[in-house]
């Protein structure tokens, strides 16, 4: 009973899923590979997708809202950045690209400006950066790490300003400077031996 009720969720999951509209991504990565040069109306009107004039970025309005979805291409067509917009501007959850696909900058825009959390990455793939922004300015605690993935630096802004003890490392993971920022400004505190 338990393997006849498991083979109908497969084949209805499988029904479903290529019933499914393709992603925009996989979209726009079809209509760059066919080189379309419809114009601009028809690709709205026949597809609901939008393509820039240089052809490299795609856009899809998202149902009942003032919110989009987007992808750009680099010229060899592949996906350079993805994310969504609020009345044309990036809104959301964006990421960008290295050129093999692997992930370059992760985080999230309001309105066209950076807010909340983020992470950047070294294009083998290590983590490079994460941290925090709040209405465009590095808010909070960031994290940065050196190519070999030992820690680099700690640093910390008060709605963009430095704030807190900066600490730095070599790629060794010795400390090698501390920063205090106090209310008089930045001052040097050499590590102890």
Same mark, same amino acid.
């Given at each position: 009973m338990k393997l006849?009720?498991?083979i109908v969720y497969f084949l209805s999951y499988l029904f479903f899923s290529s019933c499914s509209e393709p992603s925009l991504e996989e979209q726009a990565i079809s209509i760059y590979d066919a080189n379309l040069? @419809? !114009?601009k109306e028809?690709?709205?009107n026949n597809r609901k997708i939008i393509r820039s004039p240089d052809g490299l970025q795609f856009t899809k309005s998202l149902k009942e809202t003032n919110q989009s979805q987007t992808v750009g291409l680099t @010229? !060899?067509?592949k996906i350079s950045?993805?994310?969504k917009m609020k009345n044309?501007?990036?809104h959301g959850e964006w990421t960008t690209f290295f050129p093999d696909g692997r992930p370059r900058w992760n985080g999230n825009k309001n309105e066209g400006i950076s807010h909340g959390p983020f992470t950047m990455w070294y294009q083998e793939g290590r983590k490079k950066m994460e941290g925090e922004y709040k209405n465009g300015?590095?808010?909070g605690q960031s994290t940065m790490?050196?190519?070999n993935g030992a820690k680099w630096k700690e640093q910390k802004h008060m709605d963009g300003k430095p704030s807190g003890k900066w600490r730095t490392w070599d790629n060794q993971g010795v400390l090698i400077e501390e920063i205090d920022h106090t209310l008089n400004g930045p001052m040097f505190n050499p590590p102890s031996p």
């Open positions: 006849k009720s498991d040069s @419809e !114009k028809e690709i709205r @010229e !060899k067509g950045f993805e994310g044309g501007k990036p300015q590095k808010h790490w050196h190519l």
